[in-house]
């Protein structure tokens, strides 16, 4: 049987009921209940079943009176009953370490359902504490990737594309078309594309090894920097060799339609064997007409210049300063005949 207890001018109120009885306050459809001071309820479960909740403070506090290190019981956060489909969980966890400033903290907020399947989160933003300089870590651990599954060919999203190619454009330093973004980020896809793109439009300029004194193969093109069209090899800092359009310098030497000279002033250029091989001719050798040459410092020059008394107009001159023609044999014999 319920009680009435009826008090005034006294600290406390009691209402009370026997144990398992209920306390209703039925106000009608429009009528309120209010309570002016602090409310506290004492039950393990408090259940509210408006249709809306209305609070005025700007914080909750959950887990109160924690004296521990952490949340005891591990977890503390939302519960949101989903109906037939596993709960959905708001959980501040003890046990997920997150990282801040390149420091591992314990304790980590995450999204999941009851079954600890982890669930997703919409935004349109996510900053890391700028007024600390805190980096923003999407991996922390594991063996997991950042990845844009579920996206519509998002590299056509950061750069202009014809089909599966970006598009070609001269006026850009790569040739390439403007990305959308300058600071989107890049995917696999994007970036072999990328690169097939850059190797379609820009030649490479120059192949180089090591520092300092490089070895390295470079291009010149007139149509770029307005210098002469040429292919240049370095060894070790040094230029050994140089193709042009229409001949080849190696060292000294240069290769020139067919001609072998020297581009040194009064320079020689010197055909030898190895060791006691010799020069070889497989075709007759021509000597064009020069004017007489100074002596050698050694050995002898033959050369060509008008006919004469020789019959041949193949001429020597040796060390020794003697200059001569070569006589054919009949003027050898002719020669021998008369002397």
């Known amino acids: 049987m319920s009680q009435r207890i009826v008090q005034t001018g006294v600290d406390n109120y009691v209402i009370k009921v026997e144990d398992g009885g209920n306390i209703q306050f039925d106000v009608g459809a429009t009528g309120n209940v209010t309570v002016t001071g602090d409310l506290a309820v004492q039950g393990e479960t408090t259940s509210i079943g408006s249709s809306e909740l209305v609070i005025e403070d700007n914080t909750i506090t959950l887990n109160s009176g924690e004296t521990g290190n952490g949340v005891t019981l591990g977890t503390s956060g939302i519960i949101i009953d989903r109906g037939v489909p596993q709960d959905a969980q708001f959980f501040f966890n003890e046990s997920l370490n997150s990282i801040s400033g390149g420091i591992s903290r314990q304790g980590s907020w995450i999204l999941q359902d009851a079954a600890g399947a982890i669930q997703g989160l919409y935004a349109s933003s996510i900053r890391p504490d ?83 004194t490089v070895t390295s193969v470079k291009t010149y093109d007139f149509e770029e920097d307005a210098s002469t069209s040429r292919i240049e090899f370095t060894v070790d800092g040094t230029l050994v060799g140089t193709f042009f359009e229409n001949r080849l310098d190696v060292g000294s030497l240069r290769l020139n339609a067919g001609t072998i000279t020297t581009q040194d002033t009064n320079g020689d250029v010197i055909l030898a064997g190895s060791g006691s091989g010799s020069v070889k001719f497989d075709t007759p050798g021509t000597f064009k007409k020069l004017t007489d040459p100074s002596a050698p410092t050694d050995g002898v020059t033959l050369y060509s210049k008008t006919l004469a008394d020789g019959g041949t107009g193949l001429y020597f001159v040796n060390e020794d300063t003697t200059q001569d023609e070569i006589a054919s044999r009949n003027k050898a014999l002719l020669f021998s005949i008369i002397f």
């Open 130 to 212: 700028t007024s600390n300089a805190n980096n923003l870590t999407l991996l922390g651990a594991g063996t997991s990737i950042v990845t844009v599954t579920g996206t519509t060919d998002y590299e056509k999203q950061v750069y202009p594309y014809n089909g599966s190619d970006i598009q070609f454009n001269p006026s850009n330093p790569n040739k390439l078309g403007t990305p959308t973004d300058d600071d989107a980020l890049v995917t696999v896809r994007l970036l072999e594309d990328y690169v097939k793109g850059f190797t379609d439009y820009n030649f490479q300029t120059s192949i180089d090894a090591g520092t300092g």
